[in-house]
């Protein structure tokens, strides 16, 4: 299959937005964890005999993980950019659209995995968008909550998507689709 430049600026950009997003999560989760580092935050100034509470940990450790997640934001407004883009593309960019009785089995569990990516991807920029502006949407903050939860458990279809997409690619470049790589970067194989 030949793609589009068009496409293919799309599919790189979008997987550079996505993995920083990925980032910013598991960097947020882990090293960046607030929770973690409010301990060693209180740990580490016990040793200079200097008393910090929980609550004032709390807040250096969020304050030092906040730049990473205004990344965060920027890239989720990336991500609406990208989706959008790719709306656009699939009225106007007849590569990558097959008729759906010519493909195999695998074939259409794989378009059916992209379709249900790109229904996550559009469910997580609408969500970031209400989760960060939430207040002035009026919506409560319960609400933010719940639609967090939401949120975070689609994220995992995402990261778990990732891997299992490389993978495939390649498995299928050395299996039945030689040259699919190439074809992905510089549009022919």
């Known amino acids: 299959m030949k793609y589009t430049l068009a496409f293919r600026i799309w599919h790189w950009f979008n997987a ?3 993995t920083g997003l990925v980032a910013t999560v598991l960097l947020r989760e882990t090293f960046l964890s607030w929770r973690t580092n409010a301990q060693i935050i209180i740990d580490k100034f016990a040793t200079f005999n200097i008393e910090v509470t ?8 969020k304050a030092i993980r906040a730049g990473m997640w205004e990344w965060h934001i920027i ?4 991500l609406a950019f990208a989706i959008l883009y790719r ?3 699939f009225f106007v ?4 659209k097959q008729p759906w009785s010519a493909l195999d089995r695998h ?3 794989v378009k059916v995995s992209y379709a249900v ?6 469910f997580m920029s609408i969500s970031g968008f209400v ?3 939430h207040e002035l949407l009026g919506i409560t903050s319960e609400k933010a909550h719940e639609i967090k939860e939401v949120h975070e458990v689609l994220y995992n279809y995402i990261a778990l998507f990732i891997p299992i997409h490389i993978v495939g690619v390649l498995l299928a470049e050395n299996k039945d689709e030689p040259g699919l790589i190439s074809s992905m970067i510089h549009g022919s194989k």
Do not use: C, H
């Open 117 to 122: 990516l790109y229904g996550v991807l559009l």
């Open 131 to 133: 989760l960060y502006f």
């Open 54 to 61: 929980q609550e004032q940990a709390k807040i250096v450790a």
């Open 16 to 18: 550079f937005v996505v």
């Open 87 to 89: 709306i656009v593309l």
């Open 107 to 109: 074939k259409k569990i």
């Open 75 to 78: 890239l989720g407004y990336a």
């Open 93 to 96: 960019d007849t590569s990558v």
